[in-house]
């Protein structure tokens, strides 16, 4: 299908003038390409304030250097400056565990390292400030929403204030920001000053005059986080809690003479709203300024379809909950189809979608039975440490989504890209028509929907590890991969089931490492999809390494925090390599492990769990590539694949 340059948000004066504007009520500023698709938060935006009537533009990657043209070039905006600092936040986007610079940016053209600073909400905003004093600046994106307050720094190792405290902003918008950008839109068009809007749900400010309500929470302050890690710990805890309430209280934090205050949530979309958020006229291409440059986000993505927001697993090292929270909201079947048919007339589509999905592959259409129990709970994860009672895991609506774009002329498979929760698929409920279902889509994705491997994320093999992760015993990774194997068998299948799996989290050890590498040795595995731990804001397993306290419990937790450290817990991912035997063994016999030096080493031995795995009961920087010993599959022969980032 054939877009015109009218068709796109306008990113130059000249397009404007193609539209026939002389002004902007907004202009927003993207540290990302401009991809004019639902999966990148500059589009969803713009879109989301064009439908509401307001003429909006999109200054991507704007240099930063020099005379700073590219800020200057559209103007004056009649309402605000937005920043958009990208779908990752610039640090991770940038940087790896080690803080080396990644092989490419995933969301600028051809990859390109220079095209955007670090930390660009800090910069644009300074830009912005000093060449229009006047006009209202807001803060929206990833960056902003996990620095919404006193926060650890990873790459500055240190412990920082809420981003406004940096970026001479007004206003804060995190999380999804479609609700809170047009209410604050209609204030500022009604002529309210920005300074005096302070009731919008889902916005940080600060001021110099808070009036407490009982209500609100009171964090510690953070002057008082820099003298005491347990402090920023306690924080943490309340703030995760009021990430994933129904009903949730304002939080106040107090920060030299000023106080930092977030509002509360708005309620999760409704299927119409979010019905209404993807059905926005996306062309679901990049810019034609790009014309002939890849986009690496853009291409892993192009031939998928969201069907969900949220996630309720909450998972100790993900930021999904304190960016969309854990309720989940979900499109109709006929938005879905209606994307679906939409992806269906690109130029290049064969008939293959990539990825049919969300934050997690198998949450749509879940909630809790009794929203009276929902509105109350505080839990941040509705399965950890067990799945909640009144959680209604049904898979029938999934199943009912994937045979309705299955059955649609044109479509050959649909492939699940997104991440399987297969605790949710062994978990056995009093309901038995969701066990059946449960059942019925564990085979159905197995047969239908596996383009030859199936990724699981089981994390680590340490239970004690992965009750911090908040993740399932590996025993469950076990009778997982039995009916995978199984399934397989009687369809006369040879897939491979792929785990990814994370070193160096909190409370890991060598040992640990040491156990991890003999039990997926024994289930005959040479890990490659594996990740070093990475401490990004507004996680749980961030706040146990840099405080050494759970904020829950306030228990000690230990963490490898040297790189000579997170290498001695790494290496055991890569116990197959000859050249790393020598040093592996060293290690074993330094820990005190050096019966396992000859079951790590001895290829004769046997590839059977052991039995304390089989009965056990639980109460519960970039990815590389895992895969059976025994065979390398068309795809790995093909180029390595890598995980979205």
């Known amino acids: 299908m054939e877009y015109r340059l009218t068709d796109f948000l306008p990113t130059t004066k000249k397009e404007m003038e193609l539209r026939g504007w002389d002004q902007l009520d907004v202009i927003l500023f993207s540290a990302d390409a401009y991809v004019d698709h639902p999966s990148f938060g500059a589009a969803v935006i713009g879109r989301t304030l064009e439908a509401a009537g307001y003429r909006v533009a999109i200054v991507p990657q704007p240099d930063w250097h020099g005379d700073y043209r590219d800020f200057k070039k559209l103007g004056r905006p009649r309402l605000f400056f937005g920043i958009a600092p990208g779908c990752m936040d610039s640090m991770v986007n940038k940087y790896t565990a080690n803080r080396r610079l990644r092989s490419e940016d995933a969301y600028s053209p051809d990859g390109r390292h220079d095209m955007r600073p670090e930390y660009p909400t800090i910069v644009y905003?300074?830009?912005?400030?000093?060449?229009?004093?006047?006009?209202?600046?807001?803060?929206?994106?990833?960056?902003?929403?996990?620095?919404?307050?006193?926060?650890?720094?990873?790459?500055?190792?240190?412990?920082?204030?809420?981003?406004?405290?940096?970026?001479?902003?007004?206003?804060?918008?995190?999380?999804?920001?479609?609700?809170?950008?047009?209410?604050?839109?209609?204030?500022?068009?009604?002529?309210?000053?920005?300074?005096?809007?302070?009731?919008?749900?889902?916005?940080?400010?600060?001021?110099?005059?808070?009036?407490?309500?009982?209500?609100?929470?009171?964090?510690?302050?953070?002057?008082?986080?820099?003298?005491?890690?347990?402090?920023?710990?306690?924080?943490?805890?309340?703030?995760?809690?009021?990430?994933?309430?129904?009903?949730?209280?304002?939080?106040?934090?107090?920060?030299?003479?000023?106080?930092?205050?977030?509002?509360?949530?708005?309620?999760?979309?409704?299927?119409d709203e979010l019905d209404a958020s993807y059905d926005l006229p996306y062309t679901r291409l990049p810019h034609p300024k790009y014309k002939g440059k890849r986009i690496p986000a853009y291409e892993m993505i192009k031939h998928s379809v969201n069907i969900h927001r949220g996630c309720f697993g909450g998972c100790a090292f993900c930021t999904i909950s304190a960016h969309q929270g854990k309720f989940i909201s979900c499109r109709s079947k006929e938005s879905i189809l209606k994307e679906v048919r939409q992806v269906m007339q690109m130029d290049d589509f064969k008939g293959y979608l990539s990825d049919l999905g969300g934050p997690s592959a198998n949450m749509y259409g879940m909630h809790g039975r009794n929203l009276n129990i929902c509105?109350?709970?505080?839990?941040?994860?509705?399965?950890?440490?067990?799945?909640?009672?009144?959680?209604?895991?049904?898979?029938?609506?999934?199943?009912?989504?994937?045979?309705?774009?299955?059955?649609?002329?044109?479509?050959?498979?649909?492939?699940?890209?997104?991440?399987?929760?297969?605790?949710?698929?062994?978990?056995?409920?009093?309901?038995?028509?969701?066990?059946?279902?449960?059942?019925?889509?564990?085979?159905?994705?197995?047969?239908?929907?596996?383009?030859?491997?199936?990724?699981?994320?089981?994390?680590?093999?340490?239970?004690?590890?992965?009750?911090?992760?908040?993740k399932p015993s590996f025993s469950q990774f076990y009778e997982f991969k039995r009916i995978f194997d199984r399934i397989n068998r009687e369809e006369n299948?040879?897939?491979?089931?792929?785990?990814?799996?994370?070193?160096?989290?909190?409370?890991?050890?060598?040992?640990?490492?040491?156990?991890?590498?003999?039990?997926?040795?024994?289930?005959?595995?040479?890990?490659?999809?594996?990740?070093?731990?990475?401490?990004?804001?507004?996680?749980?397993?961030?706040?146990?390494?840099?405080?050494?306290?759970?904020?829950?419990?306030?228990?000690?937790?230990?963490?490898?925090?040297?790189?000579?450290?997170?290498?001695?817990?790494?290496?055991?991912?890569?116990?197959?390599?000859?050249?790393?035997?020598?040093?592996?063994?060293?290690?074993?016999?330094?820990?005190?492990?050096a019966d396992l030096?000859?079951?790590?080493?001895?290829?004769?031995?046997?590839?059977?769990?052991?039995?304390?795995?089989?009965?056990?009961?639980?109460?519960?920087?970039?990815?590389?590539?895992?895969?059976?010993?025994?065979?390398?599959?068309k795809e790995e022969k093909r180029g390595r694949h890598r995980r979205h980032p």
């Open 125 to 271: 905003s300074k830009i912005l400030r000093d060449l229009y004093p006047d006009v209202p600046i807001v803060l929206g994106g990833i960056e902003a929403s996990l620095r919404r307050l006193t926060h650890y720094d990873y790459w500055k190792d240190c412990l920082r204030p809420c981003i406004l405290c940096d970026a001479p902003a007004d206003l804060l918008i995190y999380g999804m920001g479609e609700k809170p950008i047009i209410e604050l839109s209609r204030q500022l068009a009604d002529g309210l000053p920005i300074a005096a809007i302070h009731d919008i749900p889902q916005t940080v400010y600060l001021t110099d005059n808070v009036v407490h309500s009982d209500d609100d929470i009171v964090l510690h302050s953070h002057e008082e986080c820099l003298r005491d890690k347990r402090a920023q710990a306690e924080n943490f805890r309340h703030i995760e809690e009021q990430s994933n309430m129904m009903h949730a209280h304002r939080i106040v934090q107090q920060v030299g003479r000023q106080a930092v205050v977030a509002n509360p949530p708005y309620p999760p979309m409704s299927s």
């Open 375 to 470: 509105e109350k709970c505080k839990r941040p994860s509705c399965i950890h440490p067990q799945v909640c009672p009144n959680l209604n895991a049904d898979h029938t609506k999934l199943l009912e989504v994937y045979r309705a774009v299955d059955a649609l002329p044109g479509i050959k498979k649909s492939f699940i890209g997104s991440g399987v929760r297969y605790d949710l698929l062994l978990h056995k409920s009093k309901d038995e028509t969701a066990n059946r279902a449960a059942a019925e889509y564990t085979r159905e994705l197995i047969t239908r929907h596996v383009s030859g491997r199936l990724k699981v994320a089981p994390e680590h093999t340490s239970d004690h590890v992965l009750m911090l992760m908040r």
């Open 493 to 593: 299948l040879r897939q491979q089931i792929i785990p990814y799996f994370i070193s160096s989290h909190p409370g890991c050890t060598e040992a640990d490492m040491a156990e991890l590498a003999v039990l997926t040795k024994r289930l005959d595995f040479q890990l490659e999809q594996v990740q070093d731990f990475t401490p990004t804001p507004m996680t749980v397993s961030t706040e146990m390494w840099y405080t050494g306290y759970n904020p829950y419990t306030l228990e000690p937790v230990k963490s490898a925090k040297s790189p000579q450290d997170k290498l001695a817990q790494r290496q055991y991912f890569f116990w197959y390599k000859p050249e790393e035997r020598r040093r592996l063994e060293q290690s074993l016999r330094r820990i005190g492990r």
């Open 597 to 633: 030096i000859g079951e790590l080493f001895d290829s004769t031995r046997n590839n059977t769990p052991p039995a304390s795995h089989k009965n056990h009961k639980y109460p519960q920087d970039d990815y590389h590539r895992a895969k059976p010993r025994s065979e390398k599959s």
